[in-house]
């Protein structure tokens, strides 16, 4: 199991923007397709976004547009720049591999106010 370490969480004001980092004690990024996930309190966690390792990238309808996912293999970090936030993102966000087969990290808390 390789440790992934959010990084990046905030209070920021709709429509503000936020850059979230995780880093990775392995090279499982450049090996695997990498997500960002997210979970709001009572909510089940739901997939954000993806990327695979040759750079293809998916959304969910909510955050396309807003969301780019990126990632540095060299430095082992997956990072999700966040734009023109809203209040429904208020969330704590996980990164993890597409299956989210590794261990969770402790994730970082995104709050939005309106």
């Known amino acids: 199991q390789v440790q992934l370490v959010e990084s990046g969480g905030g209070l920021v004001q709709a429509g503000g923007s936020l850059r979230l980092s995780c880093a990775a004690s392995?090279?499982?990024?450049?090996?695997?397709?990498m997500a960002w996930y997210r979970q709001a309190p009572g909510i089940q966690r739901e997939l954000v976004t993806f990327?695979?390792?040759?750079?293809?990238?998916n959304y969910i309808d909510s955050v396309k547009g807003r969301f780019t996912i990126s990632r540095d293999n060299a430095k082992n970090t997956v990072y999700l720049q966040m734009n023109s936030l809203k209040p429904e993102d208020t969330a704590v966000y996980y990164c993890?591999?597409?299956?989210?087969?590794?261990?969770w990290g402790q994730g970082t808390q995104v709050t939005v106010s309106s």
């Open positions: 392995g090279s499982i990024i450049s090996r695997n397709t």
């Open positions: 990327i695979t390792p040759g750079g293809r990238t």
């Open positions: 993890n591999t597409i299956t989210g087969t590794n261990s």
